[in-house]
């Protein structure tokens, strides 16, 4: 669609939200925190603004790849000495029926 | 993980009061990187973080007897870490970076965040600068296999306030829910959303950067 008329027709729809009013809503509307109405209104910009769509687009991909990224790798130091530590409690660590502070 | 142990979280929980060197073995495989990342964002150095995850482990065994399931185990550990992190600000006199200080949260960045992104005046006034384009036939998997692309997400990470990458960390690489999120930072829920969103605006416009630059 051509950008001016889509512009000029958004324009012209009372309360439709602008392209910077989407990009400041969008976590909003990916949190499902929008009310109805405003969801409407903001799925009624989508429809017609093909960069609006390819914004929300790049948000939920930026968000797929955070997900994706390897998890931070502990060196194996960390993890011998925290072994230690766990059977030195062993040793130490008083039976749950003993311990009065429990639950 | 449970899955693997074949066991559910109060059986887990119990087998850890019973001190099973193979459970917490498990369990700290499990989780030790996901508690080092979120140490990550929130002392300044990473062998400090690294000191903060041991100390987590520490107050687990500590606190173990007296875990009732109110919350998830998860979240209890997350809790843990962060308390132990707060600590280690104050002592570190770093506490700004943790607390929710307008530097830390980036409650002066104000309306701004969206500013560069659209005309200022003019004709096209509220229209994009730079309209989005479609990424494909780009995806998640094929620009993680980038290293530098990884950098570029790491860094963008790396630069942002205190709690939001806190929330960011929590939320969008770990998976926590926002509930639990706003439970293990004490924050509302509106606050956390206002700090996810200006997280993604930032990394999402970093990785826009790349992806553009790398197409032509």
New interface residues.
């Given amino acids: 669609m051509d950008t001016n008329f889509k512009?000029k027709l958004l324009g012209h729809m009372a309360g439709n939200f602008?392209?910077?009013e989407i990009?400041?809503l969008?976590?909003?509307y990916l949190?499902g925190?929008l009310t109805f109405s405003e969801r409407v209104r903001f799925q009624l910009h989508l429809g017609l603004c093909?960069?609006?769509r390819?914004?929300l687009?790049?948000?939920k991909?930026?968000?797929?790849?955070?997900?994706?990224?390897?998890?931070?790798?502990?060196?194996p130091h960390?993890?011998e000495?925290?072994?230690q530590?766990?059977?030195a409690?062993?040793r130490q660590?008083?039976e749950?029926a003993e311990?009065p502070?429990?639950? | 993980m449970h899955d693997t142990l074949h066991l559910d979280e109060p059986g887990l929980v119990r087998a850890l009061?019973s001190?099973d060197?193979k459970v917490?073995?498990a369990v700290?495989?499990w989780y030790?990187?996901?508690l080092?990342?979120l140490a990550?964002s929130s002392v300044p150095s990473r062998a400090v973080a690294?000191e903060v995850?041991?100390e987590t482990?520490?107050g687990v065994?500590e606190g173990i007897?007296?875990f009732?399931g109110r919350s998830s185990f998860k979240t209890w550990l997350f809790r843990i870490l962060t308390n132990r992190a707060k600590t280690r600000g104050i002592r570190e006199s770093r506490y700004e970076a943790f607390g929710l200080s307008a530097s830390s949260t980036g409650a002066d960045e104000g309306?701004s965040l969206?500013d560069s992104?659209?005309v200022a005046e003019g004709s096209g006034k509220?229209?994009?600068v730079d309209?989005?384009?479609?990424?494909e036939p780009?995806t998640?998997?094929r620009?993680?296999l980038s290293k530098e692309c990884?950098s570029v997400?790491?860094n963008a990470i790396e630069r942002l306030p205190g709690t939001q990458r806190q929330v960011?960390t929590l939320r969008?690489?770990e998976?926590v829910s926002?509930e639990e999120v706003c439970n293990i930072l004490e924050i509302s829920e509106t606050n956390q959303?206002v700090l996810?969103?200006r997280a993604?605006?930032k990394?999402?416009r970093e990785?826009?950067l790349y992806i553009q630059e790398n197409k032509t």
Avoid at chain 1, 61 to 75: H, S
Avoid at chain 2, 131 to 135: D, G, H, L, T
């Fill in positions: 512009h602008t392209c910077r990009a400041q969008v976590t909003d949190e925190s093909f960069a609006c390819n914004y687009r790049q948000m991909f930026t968000i797929t790849t955070l997900r994706q990224l390897p998890v931070e790798p502990v060196p960390v993890k000495e925290l072994l530590r766990f059977r409690w062993k660590s008083p749950p311990n502070e429990a639950d | 009061q001190g060197e917490f073995t700290m495989d030790s990187g996901s080092l990342r990550m690294e995850v041991q482990w520490m065994l007897h007296r009732e309306s969206e992104l659209f509220g229209h994009w309209p989005p384009q479609a990424w780009d998640p998997e620009v993680l990884r997400i790491e960011m969008d690489i998976g926002s959303r996810l969103h993604r605006t990394v999402r990785l826009a």
